[in-house]
């Protein structure tokens, strides 16, 4: 195992009816900024139930978050903030809501020059950040106990992620049962995302980690498990089955002591910047292609996946890796995620786009450091 530091200072509050805590999660003291998207929690009644939890209080909203959240529209809050005496911020949606507002939280105490610096260079300098809390609506990204937030930047079609300890949230409200009003296609990319991240912090090679494997399997088998039944009906277990393990999926817990490798993320971002495709599905398109690609580096992992997860025991080492991808698309394929960047009409003229911008930044990905542009190039090309 490697050495590693865990630090997560996320107060979770799980279950049903527990919106109402907001109140008295908050200072009573400070000016709130609520952040919300496009108006999915007026409908769902999420809205109302955090107004009324914070009636009385100073509260000021600032609605129209995008899905993968604009730059652009961050700093019109962050204009705000500057002019309002705000001294914390509620996240009330997704993940795309709650990153913004990581982000806007940051950008309002940044000093350095335009605030795009801070994705440039991955949150190393956010000094300081506005207090923020949230009340999630979307199992998928695990944002809600995270450090991390992915922003769009519109002029440049960019799409990049920065960390900081600054902008953990304080605490995170996570009651199942608002993802009642999810269309069938958000709940598919939140079983995708949360399958993609534990993978991202497993498929690699093995350095001695049972419990941190073990974990990550529970984890993947949830999700497989409660698919069904969370495409199918609204049934509060397994709502909550799925809402906590998309959180337990990216909340720093998996990562401890093992090796990474978020190619799929890297590669994923860009289809998302390019051609629009939806995080999830991004994913989903790249990730059996790059474990076809690194195979022999990463086909340890994947048989022990296959064994433990989807309980393949027959054939050797390289049949059981391949089951894994098999079933990984199989998978996808069950909860009506598409797998090919054919089923989004991308071309093999397309990707040259993605492939020249890992060729310009340079960047060099994958657990053993051995994926740049070519093999990003090789890599889509398996995805056609
Ligand atoms: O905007 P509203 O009207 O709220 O509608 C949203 C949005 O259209 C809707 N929605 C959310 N909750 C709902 C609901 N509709 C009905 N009922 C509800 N309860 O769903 C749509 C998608 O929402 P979004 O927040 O964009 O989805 P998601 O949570 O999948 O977030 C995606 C973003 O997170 C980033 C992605 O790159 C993408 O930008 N990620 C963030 C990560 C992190 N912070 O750690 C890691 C991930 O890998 C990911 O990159
Ligand atoms: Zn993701």
Redesign the pocket.
Known sequence: MNNFEFYNPVRVVFGKGTIGQVRKLIDAEKKVMMV?????????G?YEQVARALKGRDLVEFGG?????LYETCLQAVERIRTEDIGFLLA????????AT?FIAAAACYEGGEPWEILTTGGRRVKAALPLGDV????????EM???????RRSTQE?L?F?SPLVYPVFSILDPE??????KK?LR??LV?AF??VMEQYATYSVSSPLQDRQAEAVVRTLIDAAGDVLGRQDYDSRASFMWAATCA?NGVLSCGVVQDWTT?GI??EL?AFFGV???ES?AIVMPALWQHQFEQKKGKLAQLARRVWHVIQGDEDSQARAAIEKTVEYFHSVEMPTRLSDYDITEADIQKVVERFGQRGDVLGEHKNIKAPQVEEILKLCL
């Open positions: 919300y998207g496009g108006g999915s929690i007026k409908k769902n999420v978050i995008e899905p993968n959240p009330v949606g997704g993940g795309s809501v709650l990153d990581k999630l609506t979307l199992p998928a990204t695990g944002s995270n450090c991390f937030s992915v922003i769009s799409k992620a960390g608002t993802t009642y009003s999810l269309p958000q990319n939140g995302d993609a991240h990216l993320h994923g971002h998302t939806a995080h999830a994913l």
